[in-house]
């Protein structure tokens, strides 16, 4: 039998274990939780994780951003396609991260922490409202150590392209660098999430440094927005933005920079390095009473678009791709995809 290229995408950003259920007013009081919020857990949070562990019927989802985006590339691509790499402790947390990304065929290489715990969002929802309390343990002590370990570096080299979330930039950018350089070395797409708007806000100078190696940048509305602002580029135009992201100078010409804004139901906006304009992708509908939970959405669009690169599709089936997946993942409870697997059925744009 011959043997087949496995581990094509290459993703790095933080782990973290997901615990959801339905909760009432009781439990949010007990926290002192607000009904539609997302915060850091402090110590009078710190039994919500168990709580919710031994007392709900939890869904328990190995989520993080990049994560969620790791799993929703794998969804789309054949079995072995896709790595994650991220931080965790030596703790039962870990151990159920593990059973959840083997669920879905998800590689992961992490880097063990045995006295930090594995990162955990505890999430109640309470009707519409879903109240998340994070605890990002050892998803905050990732180091460029682990990413250079000869065996996962060896899974690096041999990868097809990169994928960063933008919230790793509060945790390791010299390792966010690596991937970088090692991209543009080999001509390989780098893909990056901006993640949140404090990234450009707060973490500019780190986010700045990679800029000249993002073969696609991929944000939202208020991403973009907040990029804008932190950048003095004097707008609130999504056009215009994508298009200055799209146009920044970069470090391997032989690729044009993609830059990729989602914006809710409104058309997702794609701009490219050096051709006038921008395009429009229209959003796939979904009927209201079909939605059951929008968070995630931007990591599974991220995932499906992800999916479309490493197939070597167009930029239009990339981004059809993305809504595709975003579109089912709404269907779910969290950021999750059905099963069995739906296979991607292509929309005309």
């Known amino acids: 039998m011959a043997a087949t290229k496995e581990y094509r995408l290459f993703c790095l950003e933080n782990p973290l274990l997901d615990i959801q259920a339905f909760g009432n007013e009781a439990l949010l009081e ?6 539609n919020d997302a915060i850091l857990a402090e110590d009078k949070h710190q039994g919500i994780f168990e709580d919710l562990l031994n007392n709900y019927d939890a869904k328990l989802i190995a989520g ?12 789309m691509l054949p079995p072995n396609s896709v790595v994650f790499a991220g931080g965790v402790g030596d703790d039962k947390y870990a151990a159920i991260l593990h059973d959840a990304v083997k669920q879905v065929g998800l590689r992961v290489e992490y880097r063990v922490d045995p006295a930090v715990p594995t990162g955990r969002c505890g999430v109640v929802i309470t009707g519409h409202n879903r109240s998340m309390c994070t605890e990002l343990g050892a998803a905050n002590h990732y180091d460029l150590e682990h990413l250079k370990k000869p065996e996962v570096w060896a899974l690096v080299e041999g990868a097809e392209a990169y994928y960063v979330g933008g919230y790793h930039f509060t945790v390791c950018p010299p390792a966010i660098m690596e991937l970088c350089k090692q991209a543009a070395a080999g001509n390989k797409p780098f893909i990056l999430s901006l993640s949140a708007p404090f990234i450009p806000q707060f973490f500019k100078e780190p986010l700045d440094a990679s800029a000249p190696y993002w073969d696609y940048v991929i944000g939202n509305e208020t991403e973009a927005a907040a990029y804008a602002e932190s950048h003095g580029l004097g707008t609130t135009d999504v056009r215009q933005i994508a298009r200055a992201l799209a146009d920044l100078p970069k470090a391997n010409p032989a690729r044009k920079r993609v830059a990729v804004i989602t914006q809710g139901t409104e058309p997702t906006i794609v701009a490219v390095q050096g051709e006038d304009g921008v395009r429009e992708f229209a959003v796939h509908p979904i009927a209201k009473e079909e ?14 678009f992800c999916a479309g690169i490493i197939q070597g599709r167009s930029l239009a089936d990339a981004v059809d791709m993305g809504q595709w997946l975003a579109k089912l993942s709404i269907k779910e409870l969290g950021p999750s995809y059905p099963f069995p ?9």
Do not use: C
């Open 30 to 35: 007990k926290y002192g939780l607000k009904a």
């Open 341 to 349: 697997k739906q296979t991607y059925q292509p929309t005309s744009n």
């Open 291 to 304: 939605i059951n939970d929008t968070t995630g959405a931007g990591d599974a669009f991220a995932g499906g």
């Open 64 to 75: 993080g951003a990049a994560q969620n985006t790791a799993r929703g590339a794998q969804y």
